[in-house]
């Protein structure tokens, strides 16, 4: 340990430094977001543009047994929003709806009765821009939650895949478009990286979606602990996705996700947790040609942790159990994986499986980004938990100086600070939570401020038991 102390150190540095360049600098210009061409995480993009679109790579949405699909679509305006819906499925069919959300509301749409589908997707179009979208999952195993993306992309990176014991791993190919895409899809197991025939020159056609069920007999990849895919798109551009089902191997329950359209240098979590009952593992998947030194970096822990350096070769994927990580404390922790190369290499995801009572359920989640070092201090939440909620947002302050954080629910007057949320305190480089506990909160959108650039993760009951879903609330862009 003492050999690599000096030297995690100055990773740490370079991580902060990444994330403390000038606000006056980040804060004064438009940033013109795409996922193509920048490589963040969904955001609330600025006002003021011709068209703002939301792509929702797509969830099962049959209407059978409980399983339910839906679109959150949050007007964080006071005027009315007005815009198009373009909803398709995995049966290449598709039905475009007109939109209109008064001011400061959110509107559902379910996708089950609007277009049923194994697989169901949409394209929000927004006129004038001013709009949060994420897709809901809802399944008897567990809801779960995830933003949609503003930009399609060529490329797309899935860390975490998983087939033990017949569990279900859905790559999800949605082309919006009224043109044909041609993609490959390639993907790393425990024995290495493959290329399969089968998976060069994929079309998905216009205006739908195409479902790649890596555990299906002769897909390639059945009873797979580790399974990590790229997608490239070699003509058109896509947007991709993740539907997951666990059935047995230690995980239990389902997710959805949207997959990166980047490798990067470093990955955020803000709700790591360590202690009895939670297994908590981080999937670090290298897609690149050359091998790679991973640091980790634990934060809001009160001491410098010293972790050995991880060697994840080219093409491959190395998981981290935090729970074999000596002297880490019980409890919640944030922690940043990063690189000692500016260079992107790498993708990381969070796998969590937590008993609580009788219940058992799996999570997995993508890291945050910073964007060429801006991190936002305002996030919102489309859509907050219909009940009380302790421990609902889990905040890390990315600055090295103290701040204050409002959380303002909105109403149809606009936005209101929540009582006992209002100017709350926090430390530099500090982790804390937030309770939702108040009535007037529930199922309300949330606007999140704070005085110092914050990561915001939202930890909200997934419908089993006392069982909790992760996403990432949406950063302003």
């Known amino acids: 340990m003492k050999r690599r102390l000096p030297g995690l150190i100055l990773v740490l540095a370079a991580v902060i430094g990444v994330v403390v360049a000038s606000r006056d600098t980040a804060e004064s210009s438009v940033p013109q977001f795409s996922v193509a061409a920048e490589g963040w995480m969904p955001s609330a993009p600025a006002l003021g543009g011709l068209i703002e679109s939301w792509f929702c790579p797509g969830v099962p949405a049959t209407g059978e047994d409980g399983v339910e699909g839906e679109i959150l679509i949050a007007n964080r305006g006071g005027d009315l929003l007005e815009g198009t819906v373009l909803v398709l499925n995995d049966a290449a069919e598709s039905r475009r709806l007109d939109l209109r959300v008064d001011p400061w509301t959110t509107a559902t749409l379910e996708l089950h009765s609007t277009l049923p589908g194994r697989i169901t997707g949409a394209v929000v179009e927004i006129e004038g821009g001013g709009a949060l979208v994420e897709q809901v999952a809802v399944d008897p195993e567990g809801d779960s939650h995830a933003p949609c993306a503003n930009a399609t992309s060529d490329e797309w990176y899935l860390a975490d895949g998983f087939t033990v014991d017949g569990s279900l791993d859905q790559v999800i190919l949605t082309n919006p478009f009224e043109q044909t895409v041609v993609a490959n899809l390639s993907f790393t197991t425990q024995e290495g990286y493959r290329e399969p025939g089968s998976y060069r020159g994929m079309t998905v056609p216009p205006r739908s979606i195409r479902v790649v069920d890596l555990g299906a007999p002769g897909a390639g990849a059945q009873s797979e602990p580790v399974l990590a895919v790229q997608v490239e798109v070699t003509r058109g551009r896509l947007v991709v996705g993740r539907s997951q089902e ?54 809001g822990i009160g001491a410098l942790l010293p972790v050995e350096p991880i060697e994840v070769p080219a093409r491959q994927v190395v998981t981290y159990d935090s729970g074999t990580q000596a002297d880490l404390p019980d409890g919640g922790h944030a922690v940043v994986f990063a690189t000692a190369s500016s260079e992107p290499s790498i993708v990381v995801e969070r796998v969590t499986t937590e008993t609580v009572g009788d219940a058992t359920g799996t999570s997995v989640l993508t890291g945050a980004l910073a964007r060429n070092g801006y991190v936002a201090s305002t996030w919102y939440v489309p859509q907050a938990p219909d009940e009380p909620t302790s421990d609902a947002l889990v905040v890390y302050n990315i600055d090295n100086a103290p701040g204050t954080v409002t959380v303002s629910a909105v109403g149809r007057s606009g936005p209101v600070p929540v009582e006992g949320l209002t100017d709350v305190e926090y430390g530099a480089a500090a982790r804390f939570t937030l309770d939702l506990d108040d009535p007037l909160v529930a199922g309300r959108q949330l606007i999140i401020e704070a005085t110092t650039r914050i990561m915001v993760e939202r930890s909200f009951p997934n419908g089993v038991g006392e069982l909790r879903t992760p996403s990432w609330a949406i950063p302003q862009g």
């Open 246 to 299: 666990f059935v047995g191997g230690g995980r239990s329950g389902t997710q959805v996700g949207l997959a990166s359209p980047v490798a990067r240098e470093q990955w955020w979590f803000a709700n790591g947790r360590n202690g009895a009952g939670i297994t908590e593992e981080y999937v670090i998947y290298n897609p690149t040609a050359q091998s790679v030194e991973v640091d980790v970096v634990y934060l």
